[in-house]
């Protein structure tokens, strides 16, 4: 008669369960102080083992590493004891007697330490201060021979690299990536008593952070004050008739997306967006032309780079107000710094989308060896509806625009908010 063993996984909340569920390659989970990353983590690293799958968890340092560790070994403690999983406590692995199963779990503060190993599942615990080469130059490269999955789990730390992979997460719209956002609230199981010993001695800041899991702004942020600037509501058009009302675009090149920001000038409002990634330029016009008739701007300021030029021409062969901005490494600081200084002011209202918001969050500035700024989206990511509202602000505040053709920018002209 054959032996039931028992496997004793969590009861995972509704955000845990929904982590289990996706199907997606790469999964990213921001969390508050025990909102329940490693207990998913242990969880997903055993059903993985059982099926077959060679688990590598690595965190940074080995104290994060043996809680994740011993919830494995906890859960498997009748098939270790009947001898169905080998336990080697020295090397951190657990492996199954009847399939390549395994689970492995290693400290990873040095990247090296996780070189000459490979997985089917990478699960990377508190990436957000673990140096970024672990995922981008060792972990996934392991994960090529198999097409394997990775999943992270962190705390926020500012806006470092694992504030740059949640963007990336849940920008994407091909399914490959996903992501979920775990306050220490959110676990029903943490007891108001341990609720209150983690917050007792924590500031202000630290309490958005390592319990609301909020992403706070880092020192060299280029736009601050954004959340007091996004309370633009949901417009229609009636409600700013004979109004003057501009727009920006920045067009898709490749992998990037088509963003299109609408304002209200008199408002100081964003009345309208849209962002989308068809690379057809027909479509791309038509898409702009909708909303040109459904919010009749005085101007488009259109990113004239590239693709921009001829598109921009045939839109003003069709009649629509478009005017081209040649953005260079002289016009885009003027462009940029425009927009921060308005958000600084909070001098306009735009309207709330973790996308769009994350692309302002992420935003950097560089400074070259000639001293002079230069602003991008982190490597990896995009900057489409930065550039996108940042063109039509600078619709808002620069009257001497052309009525047609291209803008030259003038390094002599003055910026002003007014």
Not at 155 to 174: C, E, M, V
Not at 190 to 218: C, H, K, N, V
């Amino acid at each position: 008669m054959a032996t039931e063993l028992t496997i004793r996984l969590h009861e995972p909340h509704l955000k845990q369960r929904e982590f289990k569920l996706s199907k997606a390659k790469r999964k990213v989970i921001v969390t508050g102080r025990r909102a329940g990353k490693t207990t998913v983590f242990s969880d997903v690293a055993i059903e993985g083992m059982l099926a077959g799958r060679r688990v590598l968890e690595a965190a940074p340092t080995a104290e994060q590493t043996d809680v994740f560790w011993e919830a494995c070994v906890n859960a498997l403690a009748e098939p270790i004891a009947a001898g169905l999983v080998r336990k080697n406590e020295t090397e951190r692995l657990l492996e199954s007697n009847w399939n390549k199963g395994r689970i492995r779990a290693k400290t990873a503060w040095n990247a090296d330490g996780l070189r000459g190993d490979y997985a089917d599942l990478l699960l990377l615990d508190e990436y957000s201060i673990m140096d970024p080469s672990t995922w981008t130059v060792v972990g996934a490269p392991m994960l090529l021979d198999n097409n394997g999955d990775a999943a992270f789990a962190f705390t926020p730390k500012r806006k470092n690299h694992g504030f740059h992979l949640y963007q990336r997460a849940i920008s994407d719209d091909s399914g490959r990536w996903a992501a979920w956002h775990f306050t220490s609230l959110d676990n029903p199981y943490l007891s108001p008593e341990a609720l209150a010993e983690i917050t007792s001695d924590l500031t202000d800041q630290m309490y958005r952070q390592e319990i609301l899991a909020e992403f706070l702004e880092g020192e060299g942020a280029v736009f601050r004050n954004i959340d007091a600037c996004m309370h633009a509501p949901l417009a229609i058009p009636r409600e700013h008739y004979q109004h003057h009302i501009v727009a920006g675009v920045d067009w898709a090149k490749q992998t990037d997306f088509t963003a299109i920001s609408v304002v209200c000038a008199t408002c100081r409002r964003e009345i309208a967006r849209d962002r989308f990634n068809q690379i057809d330029y027909v479509f791309q016009r038509t898409r702009l032309g909708a909303m040109c008739d459904h919010w009749q701007p005085a101007i488009i300021l259109a990113e004239a780079n590239s693709i921009g030029e001829p598109v921009i021409e045939v839109l003003q062969r069709e009649g629509l107000p478009v005017v081209g901005f040649t953005t260079t490494a002289v016009s885009k600081p003027p462009l940029i710094e425009s927009l921060s200084l308005a958000f600084e002011r909070g001098e306009c209202q735009w309207q709330a989308d973790p996308i769009w918001t994350g692309e302002l969050e992420a935003y950097e500035q560089r400074i070259g060896a000639t001293g002079r700024s230069a602003y991008s989206a982190p490597e990896g990511l995009h900057d489409d509806t930065v550039i996108a509202r940042a063109l039509a602000w600078w619709a808002v505040t620069m009257p001497q625009l052309p009525a047609e053709g291209t803008y030259v920018y003038d390094q002599r002209v003055e910026i002003s908010p007014f």
